[in-house]
């Protein structure tokens, strides 16, 4: 479960700017701060307006930024967590440090 | 009518299409003619597809003579009887290039209706692309029994116990938990969607409790009872709905995907907008 911070336009944050609501949610377990700040929450019982005109009533949670660049964002974020923990693997088992 | 005004009829006719006002040489007119851009396709209708049809022909399935056609994204008005009005969409497949010569307009017919009696009425169409018929798609997953198994593959269940499933019925999809212990059960699609020209998912339904009701989108068809969604909406309240979920900004292919841990749900359309 992660705290997130919501604006007025129920897009994400990772950090509150004091005018923000919080968020308790697991949907973004696991994911980097870039991925987290490309969606859109939108609490249960809360309406959302899309610019079209389109309401979509919450709780929805979709991405705001081109999902594409969200998911670049976070694959590159698991490679760098995969080499950091094959550096620390090699370190444990006899690397120097 | 003289030879000279018939020339002059014919230098006329060129240049209503070129937008030219200049006159024209004898000469001159077969290379004005070649450079006019006459559309590349055709709209026919006719309750059987054309034997021999050429490429880009659009042909529409009725009984109802076709009096003239309009292409475009809103619904022209009733005035003609067997007016045909083809949707036009965005993106995707179908398409083909409306022109012939060097420029390009690409057209992505999405779907057809047609005045018959004075009122619009949904008619099927294809398309006739690289020797083969294509259908028009709306973006329709699912409809009242109907897996549109072309674009989605067909529907697979998460769960086929006696509990805890779900019932692919001639009219309608319905979640099942018969059992004191429930847990939840999923649909997928089988093949993914390229959603990229959409901006809606919709699905028209009818819930009798509102356990753990979710839709969206997935990267994966294979994780059971609990989708892992990329982009979703969890509905709440009950009695017959049609819900949403934005999905303007999700790019690329996904799965669609239906979970529900309650019973019964019924589930009517599911649709791409």
């Known amino acids: ?97 | 009518m003289a030879l000279t005004d018939k020339l002059t009829a014919i230098g006329d006719a060129i240049r209503l299409q070129s937008e030219k006002t200049g006159k024209l040489t004898l000469d001159q007119m077969p290379g004005e003619i070649a450079n006019l851009q006459p559309l590349n396709f055709k709209v026919v209708g006719g309750t059987a597809a054309p034997s021999n049809p050429k490429e880009n022909t659009i042909w529409v399935d009725t009984s109802t003579a076709v009096s003239e056609w309009v292409y475009s994204d809103h619904q022209p008005d009733a005035s003609i009887n067997g007016r045909v009005w083809i949707k036009s969409g965005s993106g995707g497949d179908p398409n083909f290039d409306a022109l012939k010569g060097k420029n390009w307009i690409f057209l992505y017919p999405r779907f057809t209706k047609q005045v018959v009696n004075g009122v619009w009425v949904d008619k099927t169409a294809k398309v006739y692309l690289s020797g083969a018929w294509k259908d028009l798609w709306d973006g329709t997953l699912y409809d009242s029994g109907n897996q549109y198994d072309s674009f989605t593959g067909g529907w697979l269940a998460s769960s086929d116990d006696t509990v805890n499933y779900v019932a692919f019925q001639s009219d309608k999809i319905q979640f099942f938990n018969t059992g004191g212990t429930t847990m939840p059960v999923a649909i997928y699609t089988k093949k993914k969607i390229d959603v990229s020209n959409f901006n809606t998912l919709q699905i028209e339904w009818n819930l009798s409790r509102d356990k753990d009701v979710k839709f969206g989108l997935t990267n994966s068809n294979t994780t059971g009872n609990a989708p892992s969604f990329t982009a979703s909406t969890t509905v709440t309240g009950t009695g017959s709905k049609v819900s949403t979920l934005d999905i303007s900004s999700a790019t690329g292919e996904f799965y669609v995907s239906v979970t529900a841990n309650c019973s019964p749900i019924e589930l009517f359309k599911i649709k791409l907008i």
């Open chain 1, 1 to 97: 479960m992660k705290t997130i911070y919501i604006d007025s336009e129920f897009r994400c944050h990772v950090t509150d700017d004091g005018t923000m609501t919080a968020v308790e949610t697991s949907f973004f377990d696991g994911k980097c701060d870039a991925f987290i700040e490309g969606y859109r929450f939108v609490p249960e019982g809360k309406t959302w307006t899309r610019s079209d005109g389109a309401t979509f009533t919450g709780e929805m949670i979709a991405p705001w930024k081109d999902y594409a660049e969200l998911d670049s964002a976070q694959r590159e974020y698991e490679r760098e967590r995969l080499a950091d923990a094959e550096n620390a693997l090699a370190i444990l088992y006899g690397g120097a440090l």
